[in-house]
């Protein structure tokens, strides 16, 4: 069996894709690793998808899934491995050792946290580190947490842990957050939220659960000690592109580059969504990365037949 595209990743754009191409009359195969939605899995509330004032992450994942099953998505749990490139037939081997074949690949596997790096972060991650406030916020009830970071993340997270916390302090490495103004004036006019600028995160201490935080001041040096309970880390993505490792299709960060059609460098090959090298990461030019990617496979397809 030869599909006409295998779509790698169910988020935003993975799902929109799939809609697209399925409504195009391609036989479409969906692989997804874990849970469908991507990143809006990790989101309390989405107030910036046309259409709805505020929805639940999670439930816009499942309105996607829905909709792309209810027109006959076939999807197969799973996970890259390896892309072999065509044309006129590509491989994505799995991990595992399936391999299926397809005249066209959508690469839509998203981004995901990035790390600090520093000392106690992988030791105390679960038990105190977090990059996901909606899944942990709820065990830090009245305690003392830092966000580290000065994004759209940092700013938002930020908020929605003071449902839970009794203080959070935003601790960014500049002066000047660089998240949106509406983020950033929501984050200045919570009562438990503090910031701390010109601040850069050295090492997490504590015993078996996160106990303090050190941080250096990036003007004048000075190394402090804070108690803290809980350290939720915002500090930009890294794109899930692993499996494309010494290929040509991504660019020193590990990002995707495409053309406006958002063909990659091998023909019959696109890339969709977060992964992509592009400017703005949100739901919605997620989606229509996945509607735009899945009409340009449909052209190729046919052109190729
Ligand atoms: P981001 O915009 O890349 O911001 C990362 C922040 O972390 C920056 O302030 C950066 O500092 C800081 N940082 C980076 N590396 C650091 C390090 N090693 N140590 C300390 N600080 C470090 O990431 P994000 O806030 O996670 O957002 C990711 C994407 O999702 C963005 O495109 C954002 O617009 C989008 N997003 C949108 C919404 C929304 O629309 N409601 C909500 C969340 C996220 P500098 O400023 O100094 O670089």
């Known amino acids: 069996m030869v599909y006409d595209t295998v779509i790698l990743g169910g988020g935003p754009a993975g799902l ?21 939605g991507g990143q809006m899995q990790n989101t309390e509330e989405i107030e910036n998808y046309t259409g709805f004032t505020s929805i639940l992450g999670p439930e816009l994942s499942e309105r996607m899934r829905e909709h792309a099953q209810t ?6 749990l799973g996970e890259v491995e390896s892309l072999e490139f065509g044309p006129p037939v590509h491989r994505v081997h799995l991990i595992g050792g399936g391999v299926l074949e397809t005249k066209t690949v959508i690469i839509a596997t998203g981004c995901e946290p990035k790390k600090l790096g520093i000392p106690g972060e992988r030791e105390f991650s679960g038990r105190g580190v977090s990059y996901c406030a909606v899944c942990d916020g709820a065990f830090f009830k009245n305690k003392e947490l830092y966000v580290i970071g000065g994004g759209d993340s ?7 842990l003071t449902r839970h916390a009794a203080k ?24 438990k939220i503090s ?13 078996r659960k996160v106990e303090r935080l050190v941080f250096a001041d990036t003007v004048t040096g000075e190394v402090q000690t ?3 309970d809980g350290v939720f880390i915002y500090i930009g993505l890294k794109p899930n592109t692993e499996f494309l490792q010494g290929t040509s299709l991504i660019n020193a960060e590990g990002w995707i580059p495409t053309d406006d059609r ?23 030019t997620a989606a229509a990365d996945g509607a735009m990617a899945a009409m340009s ?8 037949s």
Do not use: M
């Open 16 to 36: 929109s894709a799939a809609v697209y191409a399925l409504r195009s009359g391609l036989n479409t195969l969906l692989v997804e690793r874990g849970l469908y």
């Open 71 to 76: 027109l006959g998505l076939q999807t197969e």
């Open 154 to 160: 940092a700013c938002e997270e930020g908020v929605y």
């Open 168 to 191: 959070v302090t935003i601790v960014h490495r500049r002066e000047k957050l660089r998240a949106q103004p509406v983020l950033q004036e929501r984050a200045r006019n919570n009562e």
């Open 195 to 207: 910031f701390l600028f010109n601040r850069r995160p050295v090492e997490i201490q504590g015993d």
């Open 226 to 228: 804070v108690p803290a």
């Open 262 to 284: 958002l063909r990659t460098s091998v023909p019959g090959v696109f890339a969709a969504g977060d992964v992509r090298d592009t400017w703005l990461r949100q739901v919605i």
């Open 297 to 304: 496979a449909y052209h190729y397809v046919e052109e190729q």
